[in-house]
């Protein structure tokens, strides 16, 4: 049996030398020939020009140089035999045999419209996002403050939310402002941070906070963020608890102290995400589905800086600026607009309150609770890619 597939392979190199073997010999002839021209006479550049029909233009030896490199460093690598065919036409008359063990001859040739594969750097992975859009929202309906209210925002007891608080702000306007982020610029592009940094889900320990809950949640959308999009993502694990304690009283304004800080020292921040985990009653379980599993629903939370006085007018607060309200509520509203667009089903209503949240640091602020106490770590994890290509759509990261 062996002596069998001796013989057999003693054929196949036989039948090669009589077939390809001549062919080979040519085409490194040709291409050394090409080489040899091309650096030794660079004045005489008659044979190059006729095997290379792109060097048929106006002669510069500095353009030929790199046009010549980059396609021998480039092209060369990516398709030796197209390349092939490119420098020395005639080659493409040459019948290509493929020798079976079976003593089958195959014969192929390279489809006409098949391109040179460039090796580009630039060519970066291209972030894929859902595709099929759900439902649509009619941007123009935003301008009727009843249509607001029903289906994008809801509010907390002491705003007493009505028609009278959304009239304050052109939402047709908010809604198709440019939100682009850009990525070209050196230094971190985003901002995660935990007010509440032990904030954990049901299937949790507290005491696993450093590691889990809107921690955990946090490092997945980092990942998320920085492998499709190619932003640098800065993500603030710090705790605002007082020390030693599980209580948060003071915990926006020990934050704002230092996140005010850290957007000083890094002025290439142009979007600060707040990432909570909101707290509902037993029975309030709130999850919709991402590719057949369970995901936490996501509600984005904005801080108006007003309340209602005595005789229930709307007021801003005096010792609570914030003067970034309508750029937050453009953040908000082109979120929920792309989540209702492709994920209806894991978005809840925009939730207003009265106060500020730390919303005054940047223009670009998000708060948002990924899902509640009565979700899984999981089912939060599973929200993040999601989260992700909403946040790709509205700030323009493909």
């Known amino acids: 049996m062996m002596l069998k597939d001796y013989g057999q392979v003693t054929q196949s190199i036989k039948e090669y030398m009589q077939t390809l073997f001549g062919y080979h010999v040519v085409v490194v002839i040709v291409i050394l020939a090409i080489a040899k021209a091309t650096y030794q006479d660079m004045g005489s550049l008659i044979f190059a020009k006729t095997a290379i029909t792109t060097l048929d233009t106006p002669f510069d030896a500095e353009e030929l140089v790199l046009t010549y490199a980059?396609?021998?460093?480039?092209?060369?690598?990516?398709?030796?035999?197209?390349?092939?065919?490119?420098?020395?036409?005639?080659?493409?008359?040459?019948?290509?045999?493929?020798?079976?063990?079976f003593d089958e001859v195959l014969e192929f040739s390279i489809p006409d419209d098949y391109d040179l594969l460039d090796l580009d750097p630039s060519n970066l992975y291209t972030p894929i996002f859902p595709s099929t859009v759900v439902q649509y929202i009619d941007v123009e309906k935003l301008a009727d403050p009843?249509?607001?209210?029903?289906?994008?925002?809801?509010?907390?007891?002491?705003?007493?939310?009505?028609?009278?608080?959304?009239?304050?702000?052109?939402?047709?306007?908010?809604?198709?402002?440019?939100?682009?982020?850009?990525?070209?610029?050196?230094?971190?592009?985003v901002l995660i941070?935990?007010?509440?940094?032990?904030?954990?889900?049901?299937?949790?320990?507290?005491?696993?906070?450093?590691?889990?809950?809107?921690?955990?949640?946090?490092?997945?959308?980092?990942?998320e963020l920085e492998r499709?999009?190619?932003?640098?993502?800065?993500h603030i694990t710090d705790s605002f608890y007082l020390d030693g304690s599980r209580s948060t009283d003071g915990a926006y304004g020990r934050m704002e102290t230092y996140m005010e800080r850290v957007i000083e020292?890094?002025?290439?921040?142009?979007?600060?995400?707040?990432?909570?985990?909101?707290?509902?009653g037993e029975g309030a379980y709130l999850a919709g589905e991402v590719n057949g599993e369970p995901a936490a629903k996501l509600m984005l939370v904005n801080g108006l800086?007003?309340?209602?006085?005595?005789?229930?007018?709307?007021?801003?607060?005096?010792?609570?600026?914030?003067?970034?309200?309508?750029?937050?509520?453009?953040v908000s509203i082109q979120t929920q607009i792309v989540g209702l667009t492709y994920y209806p089903d894991l978005l809840r209503k925009i939730y207003l309150k009265p106060?500020?949240?730390?919303?005054h640091m940047l223009p670009n602020t998000m708060v948002i609770e990924v899902g509640s106490t009565t979700n899984t770590l999981e089912e939060a994890l599973n929200s993040i890619v999601p989260i992700a290509d909403i946040l790709g759509k509205v700030f323009s990261l493909d």
């Open 305 to 330: 800086t007003q309340w209602r006085n005595l005789s229930g007018e709307l007021v801003y607060m005096q010792n609570l600026v914030n003067n970034f309200v309508e750029d937050n509520l453009a």
């Open 228 to 234: 499709r999009f190619g932003v640098e993502v800065l």
């Open 193 to 223: 941070y935990h007010t509440h940094s032990q904030e954990v889900y049901i299937d949790e320990d507290w005491r696993d906070h450093e590691t889990g809950g809107v921690i955990a949640v946090g490092n997945a959308l980092v990942e």
């Open 146 to 189: 009843e249509y607001l209210l029903d289906a994008f925002f809801s509010g907390d007891a002491e705003l007493n939310i009505g028609t009278d608080i959304l009239e304050q702000w052109d939402f047709v306007e908010l809604a198709t402002r440019d939100l682009s982020i850009d990525t070209s610029v050196d230094g971190p592009h």
């Open 265 to 280: 020292e890094n002025p290439s921040i142009q979007l600060s995400i707040d990432i909570h985990r909101d707290h509902l």
């Open 355 to 359: 106060y500020r949240y730390g919303m």
């Open 70 to 101: 980059s396609n021998v460093t480039e092209v060369l690598i990516s398709s030796p035999l197209n390349y092939i065919y490119k420098a020395v036409p005639f080659t493409e008359q040459v019948s290509i045999f493929l020798v079976t063990r």
